[in-house]
T-cell receptor
Framework: DAGVTQSPTHLIKTRGQQVTLRCSPISGHKSVSWYQQVLGQGPQFIFQYYEKEERGRGNFPDRFSARQFPNYSSELNVNALLLGDSALYLC?????????????FGQGTRLTVV | AQRVTQPEKLLSVFKGAPVELKCNYSYSGSPELFWYVQYSRQRLQLLLRHISRESIKGFTADLNKGETSFHLKKPFAQEEDSAMYYCALSNTGNQFYFGTGTSLTVIP
């Protein structure tokens, strides 16, 4: 099993642009969550999706959006990029959407906004 | 609101010495507590979780609900334990809230 895969691994965007990050969960996992990790901080919860429905949203502006597809893969979109959006974006998948199950993390996408 | 606090950003110990990484949390419900570890150039991975009560790689963690703490301990540190350690809590919806992490260096 390849584990959780994210693409791209790195990208550079200009302020005001839009970006889409992609995540493929572990086969059989139905829940995908997104986290933002700013340098020197722990991962911060952005979104959780389970069975294609949003199950939770962290304290992030509406510029951040996400969706989950029928094959359980997911995309995170960020509009009107700001310099402060520069971070490592992590995707995590879980077997279920609740019940304190383990989250398996991808390698992340390093986003740099210039 | 939920909060996880790891007071030490950096921690250095000598090989063979005991190590303790501190974690305190605040949460209004009944969370599950985890320790995740990130070795150099590797992805974040689960080290242990309270509910399973396992000892992984010699590490243990005891949940103290009175002190709202979940400190990670190992009696004899090894060089391969050098890594970034994150304490996290999960709510019933499986959403994780992480501390800022402690970078552990084990000195040979």
């Amino acid at each position: 099993d390849a584990g959780v895969t994210q693409s791209p691994t790195h990208l550079i965007k200009t302020r005001g642009q839009q970006v889409t990050l992609r995540c493929s969960p572990i086969s059989g996992h139905k829940s995908v969550s997104w986290y933002q990790q700013v340098l020197g901080q722990g991962p911060q919860f952005i979104f959780q999706y389970y069975e294609k429905e949003e199950r939770g949203r962290g304290n992030f502006p509406d510029r951040f959006s996400a969706r989950q597809f029928p094959n359980y893969s997911s995309e995170l979109n960020v509009n009107a990029l700001l310099l402060g959006d520069s971070a490592l974006y992590l995707c995590a998948s879980s077997l279920e959407g609740g019940g304190y199950t383990e989250a398996f993390f991808g390698q992340g996408t390093r986003l740099t906004v210039v | 609101a939920q909060r996880v606090t790891q007071p030490e950003k950096l921690l250095s110990v000598f090989k063979g010495a005991p190590v303790e990484l501190k974690c305190n949390y605040s949460y209004s419900g009944s969370p599950e507590l985890f320790w995740y570890v990130q070795y150099s150039r590797q992805r974040l991975q689960l080290l242990l979780r309270h509910i399973s009560r396992e000892s992984i790689k010699g590490f243990t963690a005891d949940l103290n609900k009175g002190e709202t703490s979940f400190h990670l301990k190992k009696p004899f540190a090894q060089e391969e334990d050098s890594a970034m350690y994150y304490c996290a809590l999960s709510n019933t919806g499986n959403q994780f809230y992480f501390g800022t992490g402690t970078s552990l260096t084990v000195i040979p």
